[in-house]
Every structure is written in structure tokens, then in C-alpha cells.
């Protein structure tokens, strides 16, 4: 089958070879042409299998200027587009809203009617039904006549794609048209045989993505205050805790684990969304509004521990070992790391040089936001010139063994690593310290 997909960003492209790996003929469209050229050339992507992905299954994509064979030419049009948050926590819809104009000419010539638009992008509740759906009609398109609208938002993260595409948990597909739901749901059913689908109305399945992120950031909040609580409780560690917790088969392991803050261009974003649409239905907000608030006090937790080490220790170098938000991207907005430098720099500690290591990014990367930070590129030069490191993302690291007479601490915020050489003191959050408090 055909298939088109307009926007061929961080979802939109890996989304479109996973289709072409399906054997569709992909026609991809997007306003940054270069990104044909990236395409071409297999330019290096950090997200794991997407190369492979593009240079095994290249001859099934074309990348398509013309919207008018873009649309002509297919069945369903996929839109995989930024929704950016507002400052009072609701999405933009102005990407979506701008190809919808694009495509609404074009839609209203085609002889083979009713085509379907699968909206991907998180947006807020009501948008398909008070905002979409209106428009196409005042562009002159019937609704179940020259199109039809399915609401299908991707639960993916950063770093998993392919992997999340290949293996989702489950397929939301939000429809208020019998017909083109059916159509839908045969589609992704020969892709994916035995799994999870969900039928919902186009409203169910607006609040029921953004309701799933934010229930998650209440695993993740309750998990780090079990963490704190541990941490000043002698004899305690909140990794046996939380373990206990998680065997209960009501609740799971999965997000409940010790570490910082949630972050990242999903969870913070769509908890706001949540708590704002609870607001406009005059619903008080207390769970999304209370996670933020558990969510904010966990870097200046970090703050404290370093503080507390560094009493002892004056002008000892800080070591930050991870920027981006998570492993297996290059995402470093509002990321834990970067949170915990801005703090320093605001703090006592302000003058103690700090270093950076990253596997995941550069030096330009890095400094692109104008920091100006100490990058170190090699793993044991950074160990060797810092004294006091945060392990701040979850990643299985090895530490080099460096003989040092000088004591060097090792603050694993998520409880990654195992034995340390001889001199370091390794300071496990969660885990009763004095250190800590």
C-alpha cells in the first residue's frame, strides 16, 4: 500500500522507514528539503537502527515535493508534526493547523474520496473535534465523505524508537467513522498480529495519551519519594523497597526505580497538559500539580548531597557524567544534568570548576546553548580530573580503575554502577548516608 507521511523529524522519519521495512511505498514530505539529501547520503543518526533501517529499506520511500501526488497518490496520509507547548500548558496545533490548509485544496479535488488523515501528534483534548474537523469543513470538505480523521499518538521514547515501533504495548486508534477505523485497524493489523488495540472516540483518545504519561509520572514521583525517605532512615534502601512494591502485579516494576527527576519532550509536557484541561473543566488537578511539585525538588535534592561532600573537601572538581536526558539521544533541553549545572552556578559551590562527559554528544553540542563548559571526550580523563561525579542517566558504565591517593566520590543517581577502585567512596541515592542529610 501507498502511504504518505508529512513530517519526517525525530518521530516522522523513523516512523517512515518502519512502514517501508513493512513493505509500503512510503511517500515522505517535509519543509526542510534537506532532509532528503540526509536520506540519501545516510547521514549518521543517533537513534539506534534507524540508519540500518534507512539504507535497507530506502527503495520503498520517496520523498515528495509535490503535495498534490503526495495526496493524490495515497490513501492515508499520516501527519507527524511538533505540537510545542504553550506557557499555560496546553499544545500548539499551528504545525498541524498550517498543512491542513496545505493539503485541504488538494483533498477537495480528488476523485478517490474519503481520504484519511491519522493525526500522531499529542494534542490537546477536543482539538480533533473542535478545532480539525471544523476547519476542513470551512475549507469545503465533508466529513465521512472527503475525509475522515483518526486520532493514533505514538508512545515512544527518545533513544527506543525502532525499537518502540517494532514492539509497541499497545495501538490507540480514536475514530468517530466506522469505516475508515476498519480500514485503519486492517492496516496495522497485518503489521502487528497479536497486539494490544484500543478503540476510543477521537476526545477518549486525546486525554487517554496524555493521561498515561501523566499517571506515569506518578510512578516515577511516589518512587523518588520513597527514595528520599530512605535516604534519612537508618538501615534502609529504597532499591529493596521499591522492589517489594513492584512484584505486587497491581503495580510492576516498570518506572518504579530510583533516579532524578522525570524530563525529556514528553512527561513534563503532557502532566501540564493534563493538569491545564483539568483546570478548563473546572476539575482541580491535585496528582499532575503534586508530581510537578515532587518532580521540582529533585535536582536541589542532588545540590544538597554535593554540598554536604564539599564541606569537606573545598575546591573540589565537580563532575557531571551524563547531559542528555536519557541514553541513546541527543536531547539535552531541561535535562537533569544541565538542571543540576544551573544550579551550581547559582550556588556557593559557583566558583568549582566543573566537568562535562557525555558519550552521546560533543563539545558543540554541548556548548551549543552557550555554557561554556569543561567537555572532556575520553571517560578516564574526565574520571581522573574530577573529584566529586554524578552518574546522571541510567547507562551501565564501567569506571576506569585510576590509582589516585586524593578520596573521589561517586553520586550514582541511578544505581548503575557496581564495585569502585580503592579511594572511591561511592554514595547510592535512595540508600541511608551520611552524606545525604
Partial sequence: MKISVIGLGKLGLPFSFFLASKKHKVLGYDIN?????????????IEPQLNHYIKKFKKNFRFEKNINKLINQTKITFLVLPTPSLNNGSFSNDYIMRFLKLISPHLKKKIN????????????????????IPYLKKRGLKNKIDFSLIYNPHFIAQGTTIYNLEKPDLLLLGSDNKKSYRMINKFYKDIYKPKIFKKTSLREGEISKIAINSFITSKISFANYISQLCEVTENTDAKKVLDVIGEDKRINHKYLKIGTKYSGPCFPRDNKALSYYSRTKKITSIIPDKNDSINKIQTPRLLKILRNIAIKNKNSKIGICGLTYKENTNIIKDSQGYDLINLIKKSPLKNNKINVYDNFLDKIEINKEGKKLNFISNKSDFIKRSDIIFIMYNLRISLPIIK??????????WRCI?????????????AYSNYIF
Avoid: A, M, Q
Avoid at 474520496?113 to 480533533?128: A, D, E, R
Avoid at 589516585?404 to 543517581?413: H, L
Fill in 33 to 45: 528539503t534537506n532532509i532528503k539529501n540526509e536520506i540519501e547520503k545516510n547521514s549518521k543518526s
Fill in 113 to 132: 474520496k474519503n481520504h484519511i488523515l491519522v493525526i500522531t501528534s499529542t494534542v490537546s483534548p477536543g482539538s480533533c473535534e473542535e478545532i480539525f
Fill in 404 to 413: 589516585t591517593r586524593k578520596k573521589k566520590y561517586i553520586i550514582d543517581c
Fill in 418 to 430: 557496581g564495585k569502585v577502585p580503592k579511594n572511591y567512596i561511592k554514595i547510592d541515592l535512595g
